[in-house]
Structures are given as C-alpha cells and as structure tokens.
C-alpha cells in the first residue's frame, strides 16, 4: 500500500486509492462539488485541485490535478492548501457564482474562500444548477439514462430528450436526491408522484397505507434485480414490525 504526503502528514492508502481518498484519511479537508462515493469520479466541477509531487521529482516542481480522480503513487506529496490552488478555487466559484448567484451551498463555498461577490456579470435569469452532472451520471448509473446535459456555454442545462416528459424515467427520485443544491423539483402524494414533467403511480404498503416506490421503479429493480416487487413496496415501519414480531416470538438462549 503506498505511503504518501498531505500538507505534511504521513498516510498510508489503498493501492487503488485517489489523492481525495489519501486526504480524508490524513483529515485533510479538500472542497467538492461533482463527486459522489459511488459514482465514478469526473472532475468535472475542478473545486478539488490540489498541488502533487511525484517522488523524484525537482524539489519544488508540482503538477495541478484534481483530487477526486487521480491515483495516489509512492512517495507522492499533495499540497491542497498552496495559494495557485486557492487561487484557482476562487475562480472557480466566482463563475459559479455569477451562474448560479442565489444558491446557498455556493454562496457558502465562495464566503469561505473569501468571495461575498462575483466579479463577472450575474446570469440574466439565475439558476441553482451548477452542473456537476452527478443527477445524470446516477441516472446512468441506475440503467436509466433518462435525462443529460445539452446545449454549451450559458445556455447548457440538464434536460430529458426534447424537453418533454421522459419515457425512460422511472421517478426513483436519484437525481433529486444526489443534486447538492436541490435544484430538481418533484411532487409526492400517496397517489402519484411527478418529476421531470410526468406522473408516477405510486405503490402503497398494503398494511399500513405508506406510499413507497413508483411502480416504474420497482418492476425496473425487479427486472435488474430478481427482487419481488412485493418486498419493494413493504414499507420500512412494517418491516420493523416484522422484525419486533419475529424478535419477540425468540426464545432467549443463555
């Protein structure tokens, strides 16, 4: 496993270990945006570049990366707090700043980095997406692929085919869920639920009336999955419940 340098402390990592994964462990905090434990890495979002020496490298030469995606080395030494990579952050927040100028997690980001303002031009009509892709990449993730990023520059936004309610969308809610800034809308009722422009049947426990999951999503987790949509659409209070009955009816070995 090999042994590496952030900021100065000494830690030891998984062979297939990131420079993120080698700063958590040496309680090293490195600011993100696009990833998600579980997801592939992207670097989309380039909040998390650090400085890194590969060993034998000149004495003061570093490299720019992003954290999230690159590969720790033996002998590595990671800098995450030099002032080319706050430098860098800042400007990275400044444009999201200017995109997305009423979204608090940025407004946070940018207020810890020493932004109140953003020094560009403010969008015309603010938007709290700030397009990290996690929405889409989960949805791929899933199998689904029901939603992605379209058109360039500031009119890019995340959109279902044509902008009209998706066919493949299962209403699992990933993408709502995932967004850092909870900038996807849903509806949910006991009957339906709507995201993305269209309506969901929702299946209730048959015992305690709780809406649980979208039909659509559990026949596609059945499918890919082999578990019965009847475990799916038990709620968790009565799978407790099952659990305390059962418990109860235990004898107690001593």
């Known amino acids: 496993m090999p042994t590496l340098e952030v900021n100065g ?93 009423e979204a608090p997690l940025v407004q946070r980001l940018a207020r810890e980095h020493g932004i109140e303002r953003t020094s560009y031009v403010p969008r015309a009509e603010p938007d709290d997406c700030i397009l990290c892709g996690l929405c889409t990449r989960v949805c791929d993730h899933i199998g689904v692929s029901a939603i992605s990023s379209v058109n360039r520059g ?31 809308p849903y509806e949910t009722s006991n009957l339906r639920r709507k995201i993305w422009g269209r309506e969901f049947e929702m299946l209730r426990d048959p015992k305690t009336g709780e809406a649980v999951i979208t039909r659509a999503q559990a026949e596609h987790f059945a499918q890919r999955s082999g578990v019965p949509i009847a475990y799916m659409e038990s709620s968790d209070t009565s799978k407790r419940r099952v659990m305390a009955t059962t418990f109860a009816k235990l004898q107690v070995v001593k």
């Not at 490298?57 to 080319?84: I, L, Q, Y």
């Not at 969308?169 to 800034?181: S, Y």
């Open 154 to 184: 500031w009119g890019r936004e995340i959109s279902p085919p044509f902008d009209e309610p998706p066919p493949d969308c299962i209403g699992c809610l990933a993408c709502a869920e995932i967004c850092p800034t909870s900038c996807i």
């Open 9 to 101: 402390r000494r830690v030891t990592v998984a062979e297939d270990a990131t420079i993120l994964d080698a700063a958590r462990a040496a309680a090293v905090p490195v600011p993100t945006l696009c990833h998600f434990d579980g997801l592939e890495p992207w670097g989309g979002c380039r909040l998390c570049v650090v400085d890194m020496a590969e060993a034998g490298w000149d004495a003061g030469w570093f490299k720019m990366v992003t954290a999230c995606n690159h590969p720790v080395r033996e002998g590595m030494r990671v800098v995450t707090d030099s002032e080319r990579v706050l430098a860098t952050r800042r400007v990275v927040l400044d444009l999201l700043l200017a995109r997305c100028p």
